[in-house]
């Protein structure tokens, strides 16, 4: 069953709608409700699992967080008094959030029902509500309103840090929705400034770990701007790194307007490709790489390659690409 709504999703109407009222009432007629949120989270995964079964404990259900893998940077809004470790015991209604497709669950398992903001979730649960929304907190927020639950501050905090992470700290995805949720929950007493804060705490290691990077900085030819940044696997071991500190560099490393952005990170058997575009559809230079992903943040994984192989074959992709684009 996919529940139905169009248009953007307000904070005013949210407790009132129809699709909120519905996952709520599901929810409160269950015992017992486990959130699972998607591999490799981010802030939004995490909040959203974390909120949602802190909105249900709030109006006295039995709800419990399913998410093995918190990783440093995030795990401070999953309150650890929520955390099912091996999954809670007994008859469990399974909730996945921000979760495109289901084989990126944290648990795998059946889905009774299916939270999510990502246009493309093709619907596996059993009851969905796919909609539009800056953030998956935002679906979880109006949940929660249907159940009576207004945000607390440290709902509220948890609430925003979505939003914040979703949004890049409001520098992407922006539209009035984004900014009236974050009003409600800065209203309701979210802690901004901690958001922020926590959102972009680095080490001093890590700084001189990006000059580093950003010494390395090549262009490739061609009519659209391309910084590539390639990364041997011995650079970060040269710094003293917080352990989440390695994944960060797409949030530093922007990519030019009307260009590209390619990070090639050197592993044990792999190099990895992370593609960040401004208003350049990406698809076409990871596909010819064997990757894929969304039009402005794509992957590829070149496995059994040296860095300098990987390259030449993206300098090659690159040419044929953008040779392509200027045929056209
Ligand atoms: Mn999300």
Redesign the pocket.
């Given at each position: 069953m996919l529940l139905p709504g169009a248009g953007p999703l307000l904070p005013e109407q949210a407790g009132r709608d129809p699709a909120a009222v519905e996952v709520g009432a599901a929810l409160a007629a269950a015992p017992r409700v486990a959130v699972v949120p998607h591999v490799l989270p981010?802030l939004?995964?995490l909040a959203?699992a974390a909120a949602l079964a802190a909105a249900l404990r709030r109006a006295g259900r039995d709800a419990w967080v399913l998410a093995p893998e918190r990783p440093a940077l995030h795990a401070w809004v999953v309150d650890p008094d929520l955390v099912a470790e091996a999954g809670p015991a007994g008859d469990c209604l399974r909730v996945a959030v921000?979760t495109a497709r289901p084989d990126r669950l944290q648990v795998p398992g059946p889905v009774a029902v299916n939270l999510d903001?990502?246009e493309d979730n093709p619907g596996y649960g059993a009851c969905n509500w796919v909609r539009s929304a800056p953030?998956?907190t935002c679906l979880v927020a109006a949940v929660g309103l249907a159940l009576g639950v207004a945000p607390d501050p440290a709902l509220a905090t948890v609430l925003y840090a979505?939003l914040y992470g979703?949004t890049e700290g409001f520098r992407v995805h922006l539209d009035p929705a984004a900014f009236a949720w974050a009003q409600a929950f800065v209203a309701a007493g979210a802690d901004a400034e901690g958001v922020a804060e926590r959102f972009h705490r680095r080490s001093p290691g890590f700084w001189r770990y990006l000059a580093a990077v950003a010494e390395r900085e090549r262009a490739l030819p061609g009519p659209v701007p391309c910084r590539v940044f390639p990364v041997p696997a011995a650079l970060p071991q040269a710094f003293p790194l917080e352990p989440f500190e390695a994944a960060l560099l797409p949030s530093h490393l922007t990519p030019p307007a009307g260009g590209v952005v390619v990070i090639l990170q050197e592993g044990r058997d792999a190099v990895r490709f992370r593609l960040r575009s401004r208003g350049v559809d990406l698809l076409p230079l990871a596909h010819a790489l064997g990757g894929g992903g969304h039009p402005q943040a794509a992957g590829v994984v070149l496995r059994g390659v040296t860095l300098e192989q990987a390259l030449a074959r993206l300098e090659a992709a690159w040419s044929q690409v953008v040779g392509a684009s200027r045929r056209t």
């Open positions: 981010d939004d995964a959203s921000d903001h990502h953030s998956c979505g979703d």
